[in-house]
């Protein structure tokens, strides 16, 4: 990917690791303190693994971007960003979709939006159990896809909390069925696994997690159909604090 400019260069070369120290803790403060330049930072990044999953790079860059996300556990932000870029391609024979089905699908996205900026969606809510003499405390979590260098959701759970439902939006409609949630560490080690439904017309799916398996850290949810489950579709990406 050819530099845009100097500040181009320089994020290259700090995710590459290559900025001599100095140069790589000063740019580190700047990021913490900016804002705008985290967000460019965040911009860079994202189009860099854009172009990988568009086989746009020499092999020798395309090797750098394997290598980070390799270190930072994220290499299925490769595969969603190749699987995304499969779906914005036209099929050679697809007719134009009806003017009603478009205005649909910008209705779904806006209403994903409209909950995932809900703060609502951590208040905590008992589970009603089908005992008569106890009640397990859970908390309800939505998650929106980090498909483009989002920011890990941060999460304090409440006190006393033994389970977690998490309820993981879309950003794009898939086909009603059966998919698997795996929540794998931040350094992509498996944790836990499990067949979560898709109902027709419903925007996100189900997944509830023992509240043990969550210690404070970073964590992503890696959302795959249940049939191969080695093509993630969405990655969800939270810290527990």
């Known amino acids: 990917m050819a530099d845009s400019g100097a500040s181009d260069d320089l994020f290259?070369?700090?995710?590459?690791?290559?900025?001599?120290?100095?140069?790589?803790?000063s740019l580190s403060e700047r990021l913490l303190s900016d804002p705008g330049l985290s967000d460019e930072l965040a911009e860079f990044e994202a189009e860099w693994i854009d172009a990988r999953a568009r086989?746009?790079?020499?092999?020798?860059?395309?090797?750098?971007?394997?290598?980070?996300?390799?270190?930072?556990?994220a290499l299925h932000r490769l595969a969603i960003a190749r699987r995304?870029?499969?779906q914005q391609k036209p099929a050679p024979s697809a007719r134009r979709l009806p003017l009603w089905l478009g205005l649909a699908a910008a209705a779904v996205a806006v209403f994903v939006l409209f909950r995932a900026t809900?703060?609502?969606a951590e208040v905590p809510r008992p589970i009603t159990?089908?005992?008569?003499?106890?009640?397990?405390?859970?908390?309800t979590l939505l998650l929106v896809p980090?498909?483009?260098?989002a920011e890990p959701r941060h999460v304090t759970l409440p006190p006393?909390?033994?389970?977690?439902?998490?309820?993981l939006a879309l950003d794009a409609p898939l086909a009603p069925g059966?998919?698997?949630a795996e929540l794998q560490s931040a350094t992509g080690q498996p944790l836990h696994a499990a067949a979560v439904p898709l109902a027709p017309g419903k925007t996100s799916l189900p997944f509830a997690l023992d509240a043990a398996l969550l210690a404070p850290g970073s964590y992503v949810i890696v959302l795959t159909p249940a049939s191969v489950p080695d093509d993630p579709v969405n990655a969800y990406a939270f810290e527990i604090r």
């Open 55 to 73: 086989g746009e790079l020499p092999p020798a860059e395309a090797a750098e971007v394997d290598a980070y996300l390799s270190a930072t556990g």
């Open 118 to 120: 809900q703060p609502a």
């Open 129 to 139: 159990s089908t005992s008569t003499h106890t009640s397990t405390p859970a908390f």
């Open 12 to 25: 290259h070369r700090y995710l590459t690791r290559t900025l001599e120290e100095s140069e790589r803790n």
């Open 84 to 86: 995304l870029q499969e």
């Open 160 to 167: 006393g909390v033994s389970r977690i439902e998490f309820q």
């Open 178 to 180: 059966s998919y698997r």
């Open 146 to 149: 980090g498909t483009r260098s």
